[in-house]
């Protein structure tokens, strides 16, 4: 276990930005814990990644997306999530066909397989979603909800 250290002060030269009080950070560990509490469980039982869940939640949302939308949608890297959809069509959970008017262009779409797993990890991602928004009360939940939206707009 790393000893615990004081924080280094300020200074004319150096001024260290105090991540703990850095919004963007806190929004990230925040994210990080609710979707690392989840990712754990259908980690272990499907050897899905974070990714891999974002991509095949998109495509049960969004059907017949190219990877470039998907990238879009989730505002993940592009590379990334060509890393994730070669896997996922490598295990068969995503189908990726070719559209008809444009043969350069991809559509993708879950296959049974990714159905089978989406329809048991989006309960449980609920589930947790739930039990992280008991914590406020029903006025906190709305003004969650207007914060983000108008942060994300």
Known sequence: MPAKRSPVPATAEHAPLQLEHFLP????????TI???IADDYQRRYDISVTEWRVMAVLARYAGLSAREVAERTAMD???VSRALARL?????????????DK??????????GWAIHDVVAPMARA????????LDAQERQWLARILDKLLS
């Open 89 to 101: 069509v490598e295990a068969g959970r995503v189908d990726r066909a070719v559209h008809d008017n």
């Open 128 to 135: 947790r979603e739930r039990e992280v928004l008991a914590k």
């Open 78 to 80: 592009k590379v990334a």
């Open 25 to 32: 950070y806190r929004l990230s560990i925040l994210s990080n």
């Open 104 to 113: 350069r262009r991809s559509v993708l779409n879950l296959s049974s397989a």
């Open 35 to 37: 979707s690392q509490a």
